[in-house]
Each structure stands twice: as structure tokens, then as C-alpha cells.
């Protein structure tokens, strides 16, 4: 089975920095379609960055320009460098790989189009 375990949250002040992981097992090819989404309470689950399996990234407008999603394939390791933080990036982050075949590798896809998710972990900023 597939298994996403996320790592790195924990709070910080305005204009501080965090660096989110996901470490993925259960692939047979580690080049797949990944993301990260995010939930603050009360509201619905929102795509922050995704990543194709070419390695091309896309953000949502709410963090272009300061979060930053790459991987590693070879550790099997997703990541998401979140800078300038403010409290509304304040939420749980979660994993997600395997975007549903015919939609795209992006934070705009539904989260119901994602196959695979971590159990989040928990970012807070003050």
C-alpha cells in the first residue's frame, strides 16, 4: 500500500520560514504526480503547490512567490519550502500523490481527484 507520512509543521512567527516532507512508500514508480493541500479550520480543503512527474511545479496565487515545491525521487521525498509565512497560511498541511488519470498535476484539481493522502501535519503561525 501506498503511504504518505508527513513531517516539518510546527509553529513559527509571522515572516518565518518551514520546510514541510513527505516521505512516500509503497511505489513501484517513484515519479508520480504529487501535491501539497491545506486546511484551516472551518474552511475546505485548497490545493498549495503540485508537482508532475517531469518535475514541473505550479503554485496557487496565494503563495507564488513564496512557497516552493520540489522532490527527490531517489529518497522518495516530497517537499514544500514555505517562506515569508503570514497567519493565514496558518493550517494543516497534507500529501497528496496521484492525481486521477485525466486531470491535471495541479493545485486547482479537487482534492477528491487526488488518489493518496498523508495524515497532514500541523503548521501555525503567529
Known amino acids: 500500500d501506498v503511504q504518505l507520512v508527513e513531517s516539518g509543521g510546527g509553529s513559527v512567527q509571522a515572516g518565518g520560514s518551514l520546510r514541510l516532507s513527505c516521505a512516500a512508500s509503497?511505489?513501484?514508480?517513484?515519479?508520480?504526480?504529487m501535491g501539497w493541500f491545506r486546511q484551516a479550520p472551518g474552511k475546505e480543503r485548497e490545493g498549495v503547490a503540485a508537482?508532475?512527474?517531469?518535475?514541473?511545479?505550479s503554485y496557487a496565487d496565494s503563495v507564488k512567490g513564496r512557497f516552493s515545491v520540489s522532490r527527490d525521487n531517489a529518497k522518495n521525498t516530497l517537499y514544500l519550502q514555505m517562506n515569508r509565512l503570514s497567519p493565514e497560511d496558518t493550517a494543516m498541511y497534507y500529501c497528496?500523490?496521484?492525481?486521477?488519470?485525466?486531470?491535471?498535476?495541479?493545485?486547482?484539481?479537487?482534492?477528491?481527484?487526488?488518489?493518496?493522502w498523508g495524515q497532514g501535519t500541523q503548521v501555525t503561525v503567529s
Open positions: 497528496a500523490s496521484y492525481v486521477l488519470q485525466g486531470r491535471a498535476c495541479h493545485p486547482s484539481t479537487r482534492p477528491t481527484h487526488w488518489r493518496y
Open positions: 508537482i508532475d512527474s517531469d518535475g514541473i511545479a
Open positions: 509503497g511505489y513501484t514508480d517513484s515519479s508520480v504526480s
